[in-house]
């Protein structure tokens, strides 16, 4: 059945952050949550589970744990057994939790930068020394390529004076939306073998791929690499189901998954039941021709937005991203120029009324860059990127 990407329900009502941090009159591109409706078989069970007429504690079906695990075997090949699969409420408080069980105060967690904002917030949340390994980058006319650096990476352990306990891998990456191939991966995990590193994978966006690449879950290069990961993924951002809160924790290793596990119940352990419910009818398979559809609207949407940049903003930058609905576009050439005096966010924000992410809450390589989330209709990004052409021009 064909779906209709181009009509979506009104959220300014809903209370939503997306459509509710900013003024009526700014469109928001922002934050990672698509438009669109959330599939209907999704929508069909959790009308069914509020039919029943109880919304007491529940605990994770053993049928939950198997959904999950088929489907790594299906998507990628991953014999994951059913145990290891662990509920968590978030990826956010999945990565966190993972920290506070591997890690000890002062210990040093790795990530490569630019990257998603939460990441950082680590080193407050548990009071750990933050050590970065960003990213090159190759510019071919207005495409920007990420390039994985090993010796950057290699550098980087047990950096400014700590010892790296924890690597947080965004794979596939946000903001720059590239997917890491198979050799990237070993070169990545056998260095943290070699430093006795744990590896918490966030591989939330694994299932927004939007060309031929090949997600491959970490954790699947060896029983050495699966050892030492958490691997966490949710139907969140490729179903839309953000809002239900309910994630997945993949932890092969029993002591590790064990530990994980206590951390948890030290906070809330559980997740919503009707979370669990739209999880798993998510990875069920219901809702693949659903996702199908979508992930060829994206990638147009993709194309669309990359065409238009490039012929209407020829000084800037941008990824052409293999996953996710993300664009990350650096502006900088307009800044020098001084056709853009504050912040390419402060500008399109005040003078276009169009709300991006602010690059540099994604680091320091992040200045002067902006992430376009162009998981909208067509007639959303089109109308977005015009009012920020016509502010500039
Ligand atoms: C890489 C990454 N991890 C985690 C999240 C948020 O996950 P959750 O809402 O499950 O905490 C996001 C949201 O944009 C993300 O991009």
Redesign the pocket.
Known sequence: MPYNFDSTPNRRDSHSLKWTTYPKDVLPLW???MDFETPAPIRDALRAALDHGVLGYELLKPQTQQVVAARMDRLHGWQVDPDWVVET???????NLAARTVCVEGDGVLMQTP??N??YELYENVTLTRQFAPFSFMREGNILAPQLDLDVFARSFHSNEARTRMFLL?HP??PMGNVFSREELVGMAELCLQNDVAIVS?E??SELILDGSKHIPLAMLSKDVADKTIT?I?P??TFNT?GL?C?FAIIPNADLRERYKKTAGQTTGHVSSLGVIGAETAFSGACDDWLAQLRTYLKANRDFAADYLTENFPQASYTVPAA?YLHWIDFGAYVKSGQITTSPYEFFLNKAKVALSDGRTFGAEGENFVRLNFGAPRSLIAEGLERMYKALD
């Open positions: 934050v990672a949550d409420i978030g990826v956010v408080n999945g990565f990257v998603y939460k990441f965004c990456h946000n966030d939330i966006h966490l949710s969140s951002k953000a809160f994630a996710t």
